[in-house]
């Protein structure tokens, strides 16, 4: 099966193609990902989830998850996720640095 970009909020990601893969279906797997983004947002909030950010670097090493990096780099730009968290910009911004701090 074909493997096409699917560019969502300047996020990469990448989606195995059936030929009866549907629209409805493209849409459902969009607001998977963006649910994801939420998802990683809460991990992140220092109030609630991640107290020591080294332990998101042990992870994505341990389980040779680099990509997620880009993940968290781009979190800032993710208007939906952040909305949806009930976040801000700028709140996201100061956690995305702590943890990328550390790699």
Known sequence: MPVQTINTSGTLFYCILHPKLETVDKSYLQGKIAKDKTDLLSLMDP???????????????EFDL????????GLPIEQ????DYRTTKTEVETWVAKILEEF
């Open 47 to 61: 109030r609630y989830g991640l107290q020591n950010p080294a332990t998101i670097f042990e992870i994505v090493k």
């Open 66 to 73: 680099e990509f997620v990096v880009d993940t968290i780099s």
């Open 80 to 83: 939906e996720a952040i909305q």
